[in-house]
């Protein structure tokens, strides 16, 4: 199983940007999926996460009604939709496979993980 998160570059404040997250090796239908970062000097904090079936969905604070994570389970892909982007965004970007989505997301192990991709904010 491989994760590969893409998408990421260099941004202004309040731009939108969108990352994806490319699945090979499962079948996404049965597979949750969760975007984390990490910023330069901080640990890897949870952003996000969606169900696998019924596209349930569920947000950190920092990023809730910025950020939108949707799924397209035929061509296995997922996506993180950033908007109104601040200086405070900037990390790298992961995706990883989880067993839960919901308010207690981060007390589950996350596994697989794919290789991150730099997102900065700055003006």
């Known amino acids: 199983v491989q994760l590969q998160a893409s998408g990421g570059g260099a941004v202004q404040p309040g731009d939108s940007l969108r990352l994806s997250c490319a699945i090979s090796?499962?079948?996404?239908?049965?597979?949750?999926i969760g975007w984390f970062r990490q910023a330069p000097g901080k640990e890897r904090d949870g952003v996000g996460c969606?169900?696998?079936?019924?596209?349930?969905?569920w947000y950190e604070d920092s990023v809730k009604g910025r950020f939108t994570i949707s799924r397209e389970n035929d061509i296995n892909l997922v996506y993180l939709h950033m908007d109104n982007l601040i200086p405070e965004d900037t990390a790298v970007y992961y995706c990883?496979?989880?067993?839960?989505?919901?308010?207690?997301?981060?007390?589950?192990?996350?596994?697989?993980w794919g290789k991150g991709t730099q997102v900065t904010v700055s003006s």
């Open positions: 090796g499962l079948t996404l239908d049965y597979y949750f």
């Open positions: 990883a496979g989880l067993t839960y989505c919901g308010s207690t997301w981060l007390l589950y192990g996350a596994n697989p």
């Open positions: 969606i169900s696998s079936s019924d596209n349930f969905t």
